[in-house]
């Protein structure tokens, strides 16, 4: 196992590490939360949707602008100051709905504060990794960080539908922005070499000249079609429909927690595979992976008992992740790391920017034709989106390299 976690020997990734398992745990915590406060303060899943587009609509306008920063300044710098800045609009969310003072419009004002914020740590995030850890450990970097994180999102989830269930939404939102604090503290300790400080020229500049790379790159953008469906059909009616049908048929907050909780550990089992898993075409491999992840959404369309569901929720979540190490690793390596942070942030922008729409029109589509139809629907887009991305040549056919350019 020592061997396995061979980038834990870098101090940097080790503090990396660390900050993303404190803040993903309070992030597993905070949508069984949210989900939770929304229905008890309306009672409505379209009300639901609408807080959550709140959070997605910020983190698409600014996505382009955080990666161009995350290329100019020290990476991790961009991520302390978007941790304290989620942390912040979390807390007042909490504080908020525990003295009873909440108004839908708060919710969704202050999840529009941590979406901005998000949209400059995820490009930072994502392309920091590779400063972190020598180029033979990258997949391992990866996989290890997506598996301590994923492992936090087992107890997380199932931490979070008890919280909700003994004490209320809101403390389990003041958990969660504890722990963007915590994790602000052990990012804020990393030291990056000065000479990866990424210097640029203006905003437009380099906006432009990552659009041409990414349009350059016929893999890059087809797989981030592809997932512009994948996300807004697929994230847009677990997240809203999920809790009303977990709250109507399978038993509330807990079992939704406990179905949160067995994809996270699928998502664990699989990362422990892509430690040691290699393979050659790690695109065509990523894509058929993603078939998988519709098992979920075909469970909850009866909706199946809830262990059914649950085992479904797993299968999903060990095949997504297969498809999240063989991404950010075929990003890493096919791509200059001083462009990654503007590439993660037009693959995010191309990936979320449906999203808003998934989640604001999956209320109201599931009123309409029934829940059932709603999440067989999103099904077959999953899976009909995924099959066209296959006729993709440089999908089909592109390799993993054994040495990673760095300029």
């Known amino acids: 196992m020592i061997r396995r ?88 969310a909490g504080a908020l709905l525990l003295t009873g003072d909440a108004r839908l419009w708060h919710l969704g004002a202050l999840a529009a504060v941590n979406g901005a914020s998000s949209a400059f740590f995820f490009p930072a995030s994502s392309g920091v990794v590779p400063q972190t850890v020598p180029a033979p450990l990258l997949q391992q970097a990866n996989a290890t960080l997506r598996l301590a994180v994923n492992a936090t999102n087992i107890t997380g989830a199932a931490l979070g539908g008890l919280l909700v269930a ?12 504890a722990s963007y604090v915590l994790a602000a503290s052990f990012v ?28 350059a790159r ?3 953008w087809a797989i981030v079609i592809q997932f512009g469906v994948v996300n807004a059909a697929g994230q847009g009616v677990v997240s809203v429909l999920g809790p009303t049908v977990a709250n109507e048929h399978l038993g509330g907050a807990a079992a939704w927690g406990l179905v949160l909780a067995a994809m996270s550990v699928g998502l664990v089992l699989s990362g422990v595979m892509m430690l040691r898993w290699r393979p050659r075409r790690i695109l065509r491999v990523a894509t058929y992976s993603v078939f998988g992840s519709a098992a979920v959404l075909v469970a909850l369309a009866r909706p199946a008992p809830l262990l059914v569901v649950a085992a ?27 462009k990654l942070s503007r590439m993660y942030s037009y693959d995010a922008l191309g990936s979320w ?20 139809a709603a ?18 040549h440089d999908v089909r056919t592109l390799e993993r390299r054994t040495a990673v350019a760095t300029a």
């Open 5 to 92: 976690l061979g980038p834990l020997r870098e101090r940097e990734f080790r503090l990396l590490f660390a900050g993303q398992l404190v803040s993903r745990l309070g992030s597993a915590i905070a949508p069984v939360a949210l989900a939770f406060a929304v229905l008890d303060l309306t009672g409505s899943a379209s009300d639901l949707g609408i807080v959550l587009a709140a959070r997605q609509i910020p983190t698409i306008l600014f996505l382009l602008v955080g990666g161009v920063w995350a290329d100019r300044l020290p990476r991790h710098r961009v991520m302390v100051v978007s941790n304290l800045v989620s942390g912040l609009s979390q807390v007042l």
């Open 188 to 215: 804020g300790a990393m030291h990056l070499p000065p000479g990866l400080r990424m210097q640029g020229s203006t905003v437009v500049a380099e906006l432009r000249d990552g659009w041409r790379d990414f349009w």
């Open 375 to 392: 999440f067989l629907g999103a099904a077959a887009l999953v899976v009909g989106a995924t099959a066209l991305v296959l006729l993709s």
């Open 353 to 372: 920017v449906l999203m808003p729409v998934g989640l604001i029109v999956a209320g109201p589509v599931g009123e309409a034709i029934g829940t059932r």
């Open 312 to 338: 479904a929720a797993f299968a999903s979540g060990f095949c997504i992740e297969i498809f999240g190490v063989l991404w950010d690793t075929a990003m890493q390596q096919q791509i200059p790391h001083d």
């Open 166 to 177: 003994a004490t209320s939404p809101g403390t389990a939102i003041v958990v969660d922005g």
């Open 218 to 220: 016929g893999w890059l």
